[in-house]
């Protein structure tokens, strides 16, 4: 139930974004540039909800995005999986916690995003190719959306977790742990458990290893003997 209700909040995060797009921000533009909120979102779903979800996501918003603006339908949506795909493919290898790392991978999804869309509309619609307009554009966009990631990074942070939490390590996870010469079996589950292995060495006699997640703490407990 909590996985539908995330999913419904996404949904009514986009169209949040998509009226602030269109109508506030559209007031607070330099040079006609605005920052991008999608690509915030994507990069969002990506880090904390994995790759599968990111591209998922982007192709859906992209679409719609395309088809509300009156755009070619799918230039967008290639861009903005791009940027679920680079994401979700980096969540387990970015410090999460680092506002600094996340400022970073806002530029690259910001930037990858942008001459993604562009050369794709260099190859399906043959737009002109305007180097010095285009930096104009990428630099003010880029700014725009350092700055709404210094703003937002505690909302990200706090409800990231809290939707990686339910989307991963929400399913019960059951493992067996018996003793080497049989005799019993304890069945047990933890909802947050993430992994589990039983082990066995002369020294240290029956062993068992697991790891749980759990309000953005990841803790390893070994037992021995």
């Known amino acids: 139930m909590k996985k539908v209700l995330i999913h419904i909040s996404l949904i009514i995060t986009f169209i949040v974004i998509y009226l602030l797009q269109s109508i506030f921000f559209s007031h607070f533009t330099i040079a006609g540039i605005m920052p991008n909120m999608f690509v915030i979102f994507m990069m969002f779903i990506g880090l904390y909800m994995g790759r599968t979800m990111g591209t998922i996501y982007g192709i859906m918003a992209g679409i719609l995005i395309d088809f509300w ?7 967008t949506s290639v861009a903005l999986a ?8 980096l969540e387990k290898t970015l410090s999460k916690d680092s506002r600094i790392t996340v400022l970073l991978m806002g530029v690259i999804c910001t930037i990858i995003y942008e001459i993604a869309l562009y050369f794709l509309q260099f190859i399906v619609l043959g737009i002109n190719v305007e180097i010095l307009n285009f930096i104009k554009i990428l630099l003010i966009e880029t700014i725009y959306n350092i700055l709404l990631i210094i703003i937002l990074y505690p909302i990200i942070s706090n409800v990231g977790y809290e939707v990686e939490n339910e989307i991963k390590n929400s399913a019960n996870v059951h493992y067996t742990v018996m003793d080497f010469g049989g005799k019993y079996s304890v069945t047990n589950y933890y909802s947050n458990l993430i992994a589990g292995k039983t082990g066995y060495t002369s020294k240290a006699g029956g062993c068992l290893v697991s790891a749980a997640y759990n309000n953005n703490l990841e803790l390893v407990g070994v037992i021995l003997n």
């Open 69 to 75: 603006v009156g755009k070619n339908i799918g230039l």
């Open 82 to 89: 791009l940027i679920g795909i680079i994401s979700g493919a």
